[in-house]
Nanobody
Framework: QLRLVDSGGGLVQPGGSLRLFCKTAGYSLHYYNVAWFRQAPGKEREAVSCIGATGGESKYADPAKGRFTISKDNGETSAYLQMNSLKPEDAGVYYC??????????????????WGQGTQVTISS
């Protein structure tokens, strides 16, 4: 069974960068859609970005466009979320999620079967 481990969160100043990691125990994510969601205190979980299976395209929620980049590594056993120009409103717990799917990924959380444990992102000067 696929197990996802999130990491890479931390404390960063506004305008800074973080790279989040979503690692599997050697399982390939080639046939999986992978997404990053985030949840801020008192707010609902929201989609940030997703990437399709089998070389499918990536998608970004409006707040992430132009600042965040989602990717899988060459061996496709890990996925990443590179976050640049971070803003205070980007703070929250970030979760990676995966589901076997096609080239078009989805932003709906209930579609995803496997979830990481979450990694905290704090933006503060």
């Amino acid at each position: 069974q696929l197990r996802l481990v999130d990491s890479g969160g931390g404390l960063v100043q506004p305008g800074g960068s973080l790279r989040l990691f979503c690692k599997t125990a050697g399982y390939s994510l080639h046939y999986y859609n992978v997404a990053w969601f985030r949840q801020a205190p008192g707010k609902e979980r929201e989609a940030v970005s997703c990437i399709g299976a089998t070389g499918g395209e990536s998608k970004y929620a409006d707040p992430a466009k132009g600042r965040f980049t989602i990717s899988k590594d060459n061996g496709e056993t890990s996925a990443y979320l590179q976050m640049n120009s971070l803003k205070p409103e980007d703070a929250g717990v970030y979760y990676c999620a995966a589901v076997i799917g096609g080239r078009d990924c989805l932003f709906t959380d209930y579609e995803y079967e496997y979830w990481g444990q979450g990694t905290q992102v704090t933006i503060s000067s």
